[in-house]
């Protein structure tokens, strides 16, 4: 049995869990609303305070499903709960970020800014000219929009300039070596 899929989802107060016939979640709480599409072979029970997954046979395939779907249960009621963020650093001399409005204003060594729109359900914080927190509700557009970021001017390896993740190592390399 999938030990992830084995696992109960705790559903913390004041979080709500709604399963549809045509197994579509529907998780709602303090910070807002998400429905995910479950793959028809799972089921989902819900047992007082928790969520049990199970599957309909022990092929490969519904093994792979089983700790898929209570991976993507769990990071809704998360979600609902308490939120994710990822956390960008910028490197570079004159490299720097600014909110204006709604849009994300990066200087990073091009020459013109580059601007980003926050998408529904995403909100940008630039605490200090190198520093961006993307927060939202979905695990998964977080992740997209941190990576669509750092995409824009990812870390080169010789002076380590560019945007990336706050718990990102550089691995950097040595210049180029002088004649003798």
């Known amino acids: 049995m999938s030990r992830i899929g084995r696992l109960p989802v705790n559903i913390p107060s004041g979080v709500t869990v709604k399963v549809d016939n045509d197994n579509i979640v ?3 709480g303090p910070n807002g609303t998400l429905t995910q599409a479950v793959h028809p ?3 989902i029970e819900q047992e007082q305070n928790t969520l049990l997954i199970k599957r309909s046979s022990d092929n490969k395939k519904q093994r792979a499903l089983h700790g898929l779907t209570r991976s993507l249960v769990n990071n809704m009621v998360i979600g609902v709960k308490d939120g994710f963020s990822k956390k ?3 490197n570079g001399v004159g490299y720097r970020a600014q909110k204006q409005g709604k849009k994300l204003v990066l200087t990073i060594g091009y020459s013109h ?9 995403i909100t940008y914080e630039v605490p200090d000219a190198n520093t961006i927190i993307v ?46």
């Open 88 to 90: 960008l650093e910028i």
């Open 26 to 28: 529907t998780v709602k």
């Open 113 to 121: 800014p580059v601007e980003m729109e926050e998408p529904a359900g």
């Open 135 to 180: 927060k939202g509700i979905d695990k998964q557009l977080v992740g997209e929009m941190a990576a669509k970021i750092r995409f824009k001017r990812p870390p080169e390896p010789y002076k380590g300039k560019g945007i990336k993740y706050a718990d990102e190592i550089i691995l950097r390399k040595e210049g180029k070596a002088g004649s003798a």
């Open 41 to 43: 072979d799972m089921t």
